[in-house]
């Protein structure tokens, strides 16, 4: 047990521990609405747009934030309003921008500095690489998300539940679409830094996917989901150090091995209604 | 009366083709207007262009006497929601109070009470507490139309009512939207194929068939072309 303590010693795990509690708190949140609006796959491709823009940044030495923040807020605008205007369906459109900017970020890595480390780290995270300015970031937007969450629940529930009624009820639904993509965007940039683009998916979708098997409520669905995300990160990055794997993915790892385990207690609970019914 | 819905030449078209053409007609406060016409005739065009989810290609559709979206109560034909949407019978009814609250963040007891008595009225409040998605086809519609019924403080707009309902809970559907227009004076549009129900509640009738639109009431409905075509084929003792 010491050990394990000894972890907390280390500024960077400190860091790594902070910063990934609140990116896995704000996008288990998001997760909910953006899984029941069939945008499973948006941290996906957003996170292969923000792998292009961080390649491009290296080339020409510019800060990564400062790159991918603008580019993948408005690469998730894009997605959002191709999903509205049906011309495109919405998968394919994600597919679409997610394979190109990995091509042109490939690309650019392979002129410039080659397959290196970095671009291993952007692919699968890196806790090492978590800096004071990520931590402080995703500090803030946990608490953004979790304020907009708590402030504005109702009418997030209904937006997601049934879009045009809110609309023709005097709902002002654009606003909340657009301070969805804007908060998504903002979160899968953090994000990925630390479980990396191929994984910021998993807790994405892991966490309000797992809840919703076994809760019936929206508001039940979303405690249940940042409850999840919050103990599988920190179970998952204590798992990595205490066997030495990588922390990304064993951080989706126990989130899928949970959403198991959710999956079948679902199951169980529903046969046992029904024999009551 | 005051009028409440102004829809002046309205065309409404899908890529190029017109679904309705040059829709006249004026909706007056506390009127019941039934919407009918044959499948494909738009009928839920011109509910989403009422409801302004649908921009008209001419002409236009104007709210009148003050009358804001948020005082507007909406049962849509299918609801899009899928059934593992975790989503719980009160919370769906409560959502129809959003409109009313202004700034507010959260429900107070007034919108609870309204969401309890709305669902009382439609028979479904003892399945509060389940989920929606549970439901069956014609409780799901009870639940929405008991949120529809939370939101609509002057008009309500219900398309296609009783699809999905037994004849005896179609009935105290009718009822209901009546008691709702007579004692509490709100405005009803409704769309239904139920020709026989829309001649005994409707006091207006706007029949849309071909592109043009018939409107008037339920004894000139019944005088006329378009009411002779749809009747003609609507046998009953």
Same mark, same amino acid.
């Given at each position: 047990?010491?050990?394990?303590?000894?972890?907390?010693?280390?500024p960077?795990?400190? &860091?790594?521990?902070?910063?990934?509690?609140?990116?896995?708190?704000?996008?288990?949140?998001?997760?909910v609405?953006?899984?029941?609006?069939?945008?499973?796959?948006?941290?996906?491709?957003?996170?292969?747009?923000?792998?292009?823009?961080?390649?491009?940044?290296?080339?020409?030495?510019?800060?990564?934030?400062?790159?991918?923040?603008?580019?993948?807020?408005?690469?998730?605008?894009?997605?959002?309003?191709?999903?509205?205007?049906?011309?495109?369906?919405?998968?394919?459109?994600?597919?679409l921008?997610?394979?190109?900017?990995?091509?042109?970020?490939?690309?650019?890595?392979?002129?410039? $500095?080659?397959?290196?480390?970095?671009?291993?780290?952007?692919?699968?995270?890196?806790?090492?690489?978590?800096?004071? $300015?990520?931590?402080?970031?995703?500090?803030?937007?946990?608490?953004?998300?979790?304020?907009?969450?708590?402030?504005?629940?109702? &009418?997030?529930?209904?937006?997601?539940?049934?879009?045009?009624f809110?609309?023709?009820?005097?709902?002002?639904?654009?606003?909340?679409?657009?301070?969805?993509?804007?908060?998504?965007?903002?979160?899968?940039?953090?994000?990925?830094?630390?479980?990396?683009a191929?994984?910021?998916?998993?807790?994405?979708?892991?966490?309000?996917?797992?809840a919703? &098997?076994?809760?019936?409520t929206?508001?039940?669905?979303?405690?249940?989901?940042?409850?999840?995300?919050?103990?599988?990160?920190?179970?998952?990055?204590?798992?990595?150090?205490?066997?030495?794997?990588?922390?990304?993915?064993?951080?989706?790892?126990?989130?899928?091995?949970?959403?198991?385990?959710?999956?079948?207690?679902?199951?169980?609970?529903?046969?046992?209604?029904?024999?009551?019914? | 009366?005051?009028?409440?819905l102004?829809?002046?030449?309205?065309?409404?078209?899908?890529?190029?083709?017109?679904?309705?053409?040059?829709?006249?007609?004026?909706?007056?406060?506390?009127?019941?207007l039934c919407?009918?016409?044959?499948?494909?005739?738009?009928?839920s065009?011109?509910?989403?262009?009422?409801?302004?989810?649908?921009?008209?290609?001419?002409?236009?559709?104007?709210?009148?006497?003050?009358?804001?979206?948020?005082?507007?109560?909406?049962?849509?034909?299918?609801?899009?929601?899928?059934?593992?949407?975790?989503?719980?019978?009160?919370?769906?009814?409560?959502?129809?109070?959003?409109?009313?609250?202004?700034?507010?963040?959260?429900?107070?007891?007034?919108?609870?009470?309204?969401?309890?008595?709305?669902?009382?009225?439609?028979?479904v409040?003892?399945?509060?507490?389940?989920?929606?998605?549970?439901?069956?086809?014609?409780?799901?519609?009870?639940?929405?139309?008991?949120?529809?019924?939370?939101?609509?403080?002057?008009?309500?707009?219900?398309?296609?009512?009783?699809?999905?309902?037994?004849?005896?809970?179609?009935?105290?559907?009718?009822?209901?939207?009546?008691?709702?227009?007579?004692?509490?004076?709100?405005?009803?549009?409704?769309?239904?194929?139920?020709?026989?129900a829309?001649?005994?509640?409707?006091?207006?009738?706007?029949?849309?068939?071909?592109?043009?639109?018939?409107?008037?009431?339920?004894?000139?409905?019944?005088?006329?072309?378009?009411?002779?075509?749809?009747?003609?084929?609507?046998?009953?003792?």
């Open positions: 047990m010491p050990d394990i303590l000894r972890m907390f010693s280390y960077f795990m400190a &860091r790594a521990f902070a910063a990934g509690v609140a990116v896995a708190l704000a996008s288990s949140l998001l997760g609405s953006l899984v029941l609006k069939r945008y499973s796959m948006i941290g996906d491709g957003l996170s292969h747009v923000s792998f292009g823009c961080l390649a491009i940044a290296a080339a020409l030495n510019w800060s990564p934030l400062a790159v991918s923040l603008p580019v993948v807020t408005a690469s998730a605008f894009l997605l959002l309003r191709l999903n509205e205007s049906k011309r495109v369906y919405g998968d394919a459109a994600i597919a921008i997610s394979t190109a900017s990995l091509a042109v970020g490939v690309i650019v890595v392979s002129l410039t $500095t080659g397959m290196n480390v970095d671009v291993y780290n952007y692919m699968f995270g890196s806790i090492l690489s978590i800096t004071q $300015t990520d931590m402080i970031l995703s500090i803030v937007i946990a608490v953004i998300v979790c304020g907009v969450f708590a402030l504005l629940f109702h &009418r997030i529930f209904a937006v997601t539940f049934d879009e045009p809110s609309k023709a009820t005097g709902l002002n639904t654009d606003v909340y679409n657009t301070l969805f993509a804007l908060l998504t965007a903002v979160t899968i940039v953090v994000g990925m830094r630390l479980v990396g191929l994984l910021i998916s998993g807790i994405i979708i892991f966490p309000p996917l797992a919703m &098997r076994v809760a019936k929206f508001r039940k669905a979303t405690v249940l989901s940042a409850i999840i995300s919050v103990i599988c990160f920190f179970a998952g990055l204590t798992m990595s150090f205490a066997l030495n794997l990588p922390a990304g993915a064993s951080v989706v790892a126990l989130n899928a091995a949970v959403f198991i385990i959710m999956f079948a207690a679902g199951l169980i609970s529903s046969a046992v209604m029904k024999r009551k019914v | 009366m005051r009028e409440l102004i829809c002046k030449g309205a065309t409404f078209s899908y890529e190029g083709m017109a679904v309705i053409k040059e829709a006249d007609f004026t909706a007056f406060e506390g009127e019941y919407v009918t016409g044959e499948n494909g005739s738009g009928k065009t011109l509910i989403k262009g009422i409801l302004g989810l649908k921009q008209p290609a001419a002409g236009k559709i104007e709210y009148a006497g003050g009358l804001k979206k948020r005082e507007i109560g909406y049962l849509p034909q299918q609801a899009a929601v899928k059934k593992d949407f975790p989503a719980g019978v009160l919370e769906v009814a409560l959502s129809g109070c959003l409109n009313g609250m202004g700034l507010r963040p959260f429900y107070n007891k007034a919108d609870k009470e309204r969401a309890r008595e709305c669902l009382e009225l439609m028979g409040y003892r399945l509060k507490n389940r989920s929606f998605g549970e439901l069956s086809g014609g409780e799901q519609r009870r639940v929405l139309l008991a949120r529809a019924l939370c939101s609509a403080k002057r008009l309500l707009v219900l398309d296609e009512p009783v699809s999905g309902l037994d004849p005896s809970a179609s009935r105290e559907l009718y009822d209901t939207v009546k008691m709702l227009n007579e004692d509490r004076g709100i405005t009803i549009i409704m769309v239904t194929h139920d020709i026989d829309a001649l005994t509640y409707a006091n207006k009738i706007l029949c849309l068939d071909c592109g043009k639109a018939f409107y008037g009431t339920p004894e000139e409905f019944s005088a006329s072309h378009e009411g002779k075509k749809l009747y003609g084929g609507h046998r009953h003792a």
